[in-house]
Nanobody, 117 residues
């Protein structure tokens, strides 16, 4: 069982920045794929960004050039740096960690991001 805990959400004005953190348990974090998703009120959960263990990253078109996913394997933590935030980025942000060699995603409880106009 992998425990995942997100943090770093909050209220920010449009154009501002936030950095979310995703801490995951386990001794092989370096082999995990880590992804961020978000869910706005009344909408389905949507993909934001993913980081694979080999360093490859992928982003949703809506956040390319503004958001950056990174990871510190020594700290078992992944990050989502969010710049140039827009009101439409308002959502609960979830982190999912997938141990290498599995198809099992472990989810955190989410962290609220609110961007005011």
């Amino acid at each position: 069982q992998v425990q995942v805990v997100e943090s770093g959400g909050g209220l920010v004005q449009a154009g501002g920045s936030l950095r979310l953190s995703c801490a995951a348990s386990g001794r092989t974090f370096s082999g995990y794929a880590v992804a961020w998703f978000r869910q706005a009120p009344g909408k389905e959960r949507a993909f934001v960004a993913r980081s694979w263990s080999g360093g490859i990253t992928r982003y949703a078109d809506s956040v390319k050039g503004r958001f950056t996913i990174s990871r510190d394997n020594a700290k078992n933590t992944a990050y989502l740096q969010m710049n140039s935030l827009k009101p439409e980025d308002t959502a609960v942000y979830y982190c999912a960690a997938r141990p290498g060699g599995t198809n099992q995603d472990y989810w955190g409880q989410g962290t609220q991001v609110t961007v005011s106009s």
